[in-house]
């Protein structure tokens, strides 16, 4: 196989959905059976993936580069004369996730089919799917910073789409509309750190900026810019992958059909700003890992903590998602790159087959989404039940599954993380984060599957689903088995995933900006022989030291997790009620209820205080700005009238004024012209006298 | 090079078509609105023509010989005034990568907006006459190399404008047309003064070496052409370039229009009928950003680089206040409206950073923003036709009801807020990456992305409060699309998306221009 095929193989994969989407959204009016072939071209789409997924990681070691130039600009002062490329890289992460993303898309079309069976914009849903999965491999591919933002936004389109599908429902399109709009803020910073990338290294593209970086030139000169630039980037992973503070909008979108919040909610989307991260980690600086670091533990345990008490089936799988998310982001921000990605391909998989059971709950209880009016639905759907609580074992970290394997390994890099820079708070959270996790997974299950059915009308009519939505949770509990990933049930490291697909890549920023223990040493360097090294030996001797420990104290932290779940919900030896009556027990109980009040808080600030804005804006608008052009314009026609009284009055008085007078002297002088001569004499003699009285000429 | 006058051709066509139109009798309105269409068609067609043979490295700007499809002649000839000298006035036509895109936008906008002007039943002849002489104005400013003739176009423009809005526009049209016709008009006599200022003050060299004073505009971009104690000079001996800088500047600034001068356009939008709404967002805001490119730029670059800084504050006040007042409307077309004023802001900023990409920027999104808001305006226009109100309130649940405009509807919004893969992303990308990419407008750019954010809100808020939620069951008869409106909404669609996809077609055409542009500015060159 050459490179060229894998390079066209992998721009078909992309192009497809996108094909795909345009014709049922164009033609699926007249011909509502054309969902068929947007599933087949998904269908198509993931075995092509698995070719390239094969292909590439058997054969091809080197990453595979593709690019056209997109806008070309001459030259001119201040910038120079430049290019924006657009291309794809395949490399290891890239065909891995190619993989994940389109089974999961191809599983979900298909369980869809029976899910959304008789919705009244039936292949409508399915063209949004395609638009989505276009979206999302776009993110995948790309290798450049600025595609990645350009199919970033198409996710986050295709996203309100699906998440406001049932748009009658108001509650949906507030959820559609929120989402974008939080999305949005992370989106500003991603932005603008774009913005600061491209004035200084006048590309977008990943590699040249990086080769750049490790040549020493800093953003602006400074290190503390490069900082910058990682943090606002990493905003954009805020933003899509749902962390504090915004995380607020995922819980919402589960608005959106239940086979949506699989894929999109739960598996891909939510997780490209994790993947995002794996493609920025080389320039991350110590500072901006911290930060990610305490991102992201703080809110996998804020997530943990509201989960602990969510009565919708759905709200505690979302609370997880954002936990596990934040997992995810707290491994890339101690260092532990590899996991991290392992992470995020096991998370999608359990998680995605949870969504989908819980889908499957949901169809045969008729839209009933609340565990309280659950129970006992393990008899009548052992499918849905088993591959449940397989993804529940792993997503616990049990062993034997997947999601021990890489859960240990995070829950590892946090507790080295740790000893190496003493910042023990992070390994405490992740570890209490893992404990709750356990409990409230096994609450979820323990609540919707056993015990006594709650609400017995609805669990006399429960089924199990038909074949084609069993068969995705099959497919999706089987890969949350240990074996696809490695040999040995206890430990990844051995397995192909860790050893050879997944390598972290050597960081670029300057030696004193990164963490001491990702600073290898020249040494180190060179006796490598496979390029690229990126922890010093210390890292990799304290992971050892933490491997076993972090394992024995996951174990136990679910462990108990599950026991106190069992105690609660199983066995009823702890009358849950009694216990949230107490004053401080109640108080945090209702706190993790309503979420802690953030979403009440921004509304009432960030939401209520720039509607307000708006709306004294809109006054001042009206009165000042535009009352000024009002009001000169009064002035105007108020002077006008002034001057037109002066006019008629004034300038047009003295003219009439003038007549009279003369009128008036006329009249008056009329009087003596008499036309008697002895008058006329009389007044000339009198003339006389007078004149020479007064010129005295004698 | 084409053989016949094609600028003059698609300048006065259709003057041509009024004349024709007055000769058509009332009874026959159908025969008006065909041969009005004809007409904006025809121009279309020689708009492609000019594209066509338009050579993309020739730069324009300042140097005749490389514009193109130059007309050339002596207009006014006036000799023998002992005190004024000769006063020679050119009718001067030329094309380049600046005025290409707007010929463009202009024979486009008066199509769309003549196939939406199909509506319109009262005094169909005088309305289309009217019509057809503001194109004539429109595309005159866009050709008009000649200060004087540029300023004949302008006002051209703004009498038939007057009548379009005042005659057929909504309940209070007399108080918006005044209103629309004075602010101008305003606006204008900065711009007539700084005109005879610069008349008096540049000497042009003739071809037989006589001098004269002259309105020819890329004379008085050359600086030695300038009289330094010419009439300008009285103003203030120490700064009069800058004073006339501002004056010019406020002239073409009511026009974008630019905070504090805005306040003329959500009146005169809310009372202009459909089309002329169309024309006046698609076109005409156009007229004000393109004036200080073409004029103020280059004729007072010192002052342009003095005072970036604030072009660039203006735009970000433009985004911002813009996009917040926009968020407070309760009336769709008011707020689509203040959504042109913040939309503009960023032609501001992308001006005011003085880059080839910010610069580019600015052009494109004057094109997009043409063809995006005649969009909504349209869109408008559709629901106003059926329902009689535009209330953002009154509607509710209409995707049900009428899917094929609603999914118009989400790309018209869509490329409004900047999504990717629509025009309106590539200029607002290069806009703020031109200004983020110069010192003086960064902080300027930085703070103008919430304006990315805030039309994300009233947008998405818009959708939902029109086309989601339960249908009101009062419109529950409207009819989806039809033909007709079909005809306006595609082609306007596929122009959003073909320039998001493939933004090159357009950036080259101005490319070379702008560079030119903005190292005339900057370094003199």
Redesign the interface.
């Known amino acids: 196989m050459s490179e060229s095929l894998l390079i066209n193989l992998s721009v078909a994969i992309l192009f497809l959905p996108l094909l795909g989407f345009i014709t049922v959204?164009i033609l699926g009016?007249r011909f509502p059976k054309l969902y068929l072939l947007e599933v087949g071209i998904v269908s198509i789409a993931f075995i092509l993936s698995l070719v390239v997924m094969f292909a590439k990681l058997a054969y091809f070691p080197k990453d595979i580069i593709a690019e056209f130039t997109?806008?070309?600009?001459?030259?001119?002062?201040?910038?120079g004369s430049f290019n924006i490329d657009l291309g794809i890289k395949i490399d290891n992460i890239t065909v891995m996730m190619l993989f994940v993303v389109n089974l999961i898309s191809m599983l979900v079309h298909l369980f869809s089919i029976e899910y959304m069976h008789g919705d009244k914009r039936y292949t409508r849903y399915f063209s949004y799917l395609g638009l989505f999965t276009f979206s999302m491999l776009g993110i995948v591919l790309t290798h450049n910073i600025?595609m990645m933002?350009?199919?970033w936004?198409?996710v986050g389109?295709s996203s309100?789409l699906l998440i406001?599908f049932w748009?009658?429902k108001?509650s949906a399109?507030?959820a559609?509309?929120k989402a974008?709009?939080v999305n949005?803020?992370g989106?500003?910073g991603m932005?603008?750190g774009i913005?600061?990338l491209?004035?200084n290294y006048k590309t977008f593209t990943f590699d040249a900026i990086y080769s750049q970086m490790a040549a020493g030139v800093m953003p602006f000169g400074s290190s503390a810019w490069l900082t910058a630039a990682g943090i606002l980037i990493f905003m954009g992973a805020v933003g899509k992958s749902a962390q504090f503070p915004l995380h607020v909008w995922l819980p919402d979108a589960m608005e959106g059909p239940t086979p949506v919040s699989a894929l999109i909610h739960a598996a891909t989307m939510v997780a490209a700003g994790v993947y995002l991260v794996t493609r920025i980690f080389v320039m991350l600086t110590a500072d901006a890992m911290l930060v990610i670091a305490v991102v992201g533990a703080f809110t996998s345990l804020v997530a943990a903590t509201i989960a602990l008490t969510q009565n919708d089936i759905k709200k505690v799988l979302a609370y997880s998602t954002v936990s596990q998310l934040g997992y995810m982001v707290m491994s890339l921000g101690v260092g532990a790159y590899a996991f991290a990605f392992f992470h995020l391909v096991t998370h999608a998989f359990f998680k995605a087959c949870m969504f989908l059971g819980s889908g499957s709950v949901i169809h045969a209880m008729h839209h009933e989404q609340d565990i309280r009016n659950m129970g006992g639905l393990k008899k009548k759907m052992p499918i849905t039940y088993y591959t449940f609580l397989i993804s529940t074992l792993a997503i616990s970290g049990i062993p034997l599954t997947s999601g021990f394997l890489s859960k240990d390994g995070i829950l590892a890099g946090t507790l080295a993380f740790g000893k190496l820079t003493g910042h023990w708070l992070i390994p405490i959270m992740a570890f209490t984060v893992a404990g709750m996790t356990a409990f409230y997974m096994f609450r979820l299950v323990l609540l919707t599957f056993h015990g006594e059915p709650r609400d017995h009308h609805k669990y006399d009519h429960a089924h199990e689903s038909p074949k084609l939505m069993v068969a995705p949770l099959v497919i999706l509990a089987g890969l949350s088995i240990f074996i696809w990933y490695t040999p040995n049930p206890i430990g990844a490291d051995a397995g192909w995933v860790l050893s050879s697909w997944i390598k972290t890549p050597a960081q670029v920023v300057p030696y004193n900006t990164r963490y001491e223990f990702m600073r290898p040493s020249t040494e180190e360097q060179k006796a490598e022989v496979h390029g690229e090294i990126t922890h010093s030996v210390e890292y990799t001797e304290t992971m050892h030291w933490a491997h076993y420990k972090a394992m024995f104290a996951s174990l136990a932290v679910a462990g108990l997790g599950i026991l106190i779940a069992m105690l609660f919900y199983l066995w009823k030896k702890v009358d849950v009620d009694k216990m949230i009556e107490g004053k401080i027990m109640n108080t945090l109980y209702r706190g993790s209820l309503k979420k802690w009040k953030i979403d009440e808080l921004y509304d009432a600030t960030a939401v209520n205080g720039?509607?307000q804005?708006?709306?004294g804006?809109?006054w001042f608008?009206q009165k000042i700005?535009?009352g000024?052009?009002n009001g000169s314009?009064w002035l105007t026609r108020f002077t006008s009238k002034l001057s037109g009284l002066f006019d008629t009055y004034v300038v047009d008085g003295m003219v009439n004024f003038t007549a009279l007078f003369s009128g008036f002297v006329g009249l008056s002088f009329r009087k003596l012209q008499t036309g008697k001569v002895q008058t006329y004499i009389v007044f000339v003699v009198f003339g006389v006298i007078i004149l020479l009285l007064l010129f005295k000429p004698f | 090079m084409i053989g016949f006058p094609i600028l003059s051709l698609i300048t006065f066509l259709p003057v041509l078509g009024m004349i024709l139109i007055l000769f058509i009798p009332k009874e026959q309105p159908k025969t008006v609105k065909y041969l009005s269409l004809a007409i904006t068609g025809i121009q279309v067609v020689l708009a492609i023509i000019l594209l066509a043979n338009y050579n993309y490295g020739m730069a324009g700007i300042y140097e005749e010989k490389s514009f193109q499809f130059i007309e050339k002649f002596r207009w006014i000839n006036i000799t023998g005034i002992s005190w004024l000298g000769t006063v020679k006035i050119d009718y001067f036509l030329g094309l380049d990568g600046l005025s290409m895109p707007m010929v463009l936008l202009t024979a486009i906008i008066s199509f769309i907006a003549c196939i939406s002007s199909w509506t319109i039943t009262k005094s169909v002849k005088g309305f289309f006459a009217l019509f057809l002489l503001l194109d004539t104005g429109m595309m005159g400013v866009f050709v008009a190399l000649d200060f004087f003739l540029f300023y004949v176009f302008w006002e051209l423009m703004l009498l038939p404008m007057y009548f379009l809005i005042g005659i057929w526009g909504g309940p209070r049209k007399e108080y918006a047309a005044i209103k629309f016709f004075i602010y101008t008009l305003f606006g204008s006599v900065f711009i007539l003064l700084v005109m005879i200022g610069l008349y008096f003050s540049t000497t042009e060299t003739l071809a037989d070496g006589s001098k004269v004073l002259t309105f020819n505009l890329l004379a008085m971009m050359n600086k030695s052409n300038a009289t330094p104690d010419g009439i300008l000079s009285l103003l203030n001996p120490n700064n009069y370039r800058f004073i006339a800088y501002i004056a010019l500047f406020v002239g073409f600034a009511i026009k974008i229009p630019m905070f504090p001068f805005h306040t003329w356009l959500p009146d005169a939008h809310v009372e202009a009928p459909t089309p002329i709404s169309v024309i006046l967002a698609g076109v005409l805001l156009k007229m004000g950003t393109y004036g200080i490119l073409r004029i103020n730029y280059p004729i007072f670059p010192e002052v342009t680089i003095q005072l970036m800084w604030w072009i660039g504050l203006f735009g970000m006040i433009n985004i911002i206040y813009g996009a917040l007042v926009a968020l407070a409307q309760k009336d769709f077309k008011k707020l689509i409206a203040y959504s042109s004023v913040s939309h503009m802001g960023y032609v501001l900023l992308g001006m005011a950073s003085l880059t080839t990409t910010g610069v580019n920027g600015a052009i494109f999104q004057m094109f997009n923003h043409g063809t995006i808001t005649a969009m909504l305006f349209l869109i408008v226009g559709v629901v106003y036709d059926r329902a009689h109100t535009r209330g953002l309130y009154d509607f509710g649940g209409l995707a049900t009801q009428l899917p094929i405009y609603t999914g118009f509807v989400t790309v018209a919004f869509f490329a409004a807020i900047g999504l990717p893969s629509m025009s309106g992303f590539v200029s607002e990308a290069l806009v703020f990456v031109g200004a983020f990419g110069v010192e003086t407008t960064r902080t300027i750019a930085m703070i103008s992305t919430l304006g990315i954010l805030l039309g994300a809100g009233y947008m998405l808020w818009t959708l939902q409060r029109v086309f989601f939620g339960p249908l009101n069951e009062k419109w529950a008869t409207m009819t989806d699309l039809d033909k007709r409106e079909l005809a306006m909404f595609i082609p306007l669609t596929v122009i959003i998306f073909y320039l998001g996809i493939n933004p090159s077609a357009m950036l080259n055409i101005m490319n070379t221009s702008v560079n030119t542009l903005v190292s005339f500015v900057v370094n003199g060159i």
Request: zero cysteines; glycine letters at 8%; hydrophobic letters at 50%.
């Open positions: 959204v009016k997109w806008i070309t600009m001459g030259s001119a002062p201040f910038a600025l933002y350009i199919f936004e198409l389109v309100y406001g748009y009658e108001k399109s507030d559609g509309k974008f709009i949005r803020i989106d500003i932005f603008l913005l600061i491209w004035t720039t509607l804005t708006g709306n804006l809109s608008d700005v535009d000024a052009v314009a």
